[in-house]
């Protein structure tokens, strides 16, 4: 049992990610799908007249900042355009896969964080209107049913509130709260690059491996939303997954690639 997370990102090859899923998925492997849509979110966004806000939070980490209008967008390009277009690719590759947000059937169920800190002009201030949360539940069995009957999930990070409201979720901590619920041996975080790189944007300074308890000396090389994507490995690794590989998105057979251990292995 493996999860497999790519980013949302420009320059991911969707094509080659869905060659080789497709491939694994016919072989008998269970696997689950979750995805990004930061820039189908963002064109959309700009062609409708409410560009992105990013926002740096007290820790360093760096995120949408998500008003209503803003999370209308989000599942609008990542639950649909984003989401059903990885099931369109998988189904004419006759891997019967199936598309649902983390809101269908309360798949990813958390806590809305209505407010947020963030640091802003050297300043912590404080955003209301805020439509994001953080997982605290995750419906296995939901998911179970569906790979026991040969479906291949692929999960749009959208999280279901206590009170049925929808929220932005991150994507690498979902397939993260998914892959350690479902007792994955792997969970593979793919973007378009080869993995942490200890001189960002350098390839050829790619770290292969980390030791899991070497984290957090080496989140200094994070860049962006490589930060995320740590943090997302560590609380994968806390939870009792075995390993996590950032892989990289671009290439032909970039899931067996990573599987095989091509990237940075945190183990």
């Known amino acids: 049992m ?21 491939a694994l998925h016919a072989r008998g492997e269970r696997l689950v799908l979750v995805h990004g849509g930061s820039d189908e ?9 409410h560009p992105p806000r990013f926002v740096t939070s007290p820790s360093g980490y ?39 947000s983390g809101l269908d059937g309360r798949l990813l169920e958390g806590k809305r964080k209505a407010t947020i800190r963030i640091i802003e002009d ?11 949360g953080t997982i605290e539940r995750v419906n296995t ?23 049925g409201e929808a929220l932005n979720v991150d994507g690498d901590r979902a397939a993260a709260a998914i892959a350690a619920a479902l007792g994955a041996e792997t969970l593979l975080l793919l973007s378009n690059v080869p993995g942490l790189l200890r001189n960002f944007p350098d390839e050829n300074s790619l770290i292969t491996r980390i030791p899991r308890g070497e984290i957090e000396a ?20 806390e939870q009792g997954v075995r390993q996590v590989v950032l892989g990289d998105a671009r290439r032909p057979g970039c899931v067996s690639a990573a599987l095989a251990g091509q990237g940075t292995v945190i183990a």
Request: with cysteine; net charge positive.
């Open 41 to 49: 979110t963002n064109r959309l966004g700009e062609a409708l007249g």
């Open 141 to 163: 069995a939901l998911l179970r049913m569906l790979l026991d009957n040969g479906y291949l999930p692929v999960v749009a990070p959208l999280a279901c509130s206590e009170a």
């Open 2 to 22: 493996n999860v497999i997370k790519v980013g949302g990102s420009a320059g991911n090859n969707y094509d080659a990610l869905c060659d080789d899923l497709a």
């Open 62 to 100: 760096t995120s949408r900042y998500t008003d209503r209008r803003t999370l209308e967008l989000f599942m609008m390009a990542t639950g649909g355009l984003v989401n059903k277009g990885l099931v369109e690719r998988l189904q004419t590759r006759g891997c019967n896969a199936i598309g649902l």
């Open 218 to 237: 080496n989140l200094a090389f994070a860049e962006g939303r490589m930060r995320k994507k740590i943090l997302g490995a560590q609380e994968a690794l």
């Open 122 to 132: 050297g300043r912590q201030k404080l955003l209301r209107d805020d439509w994001t």
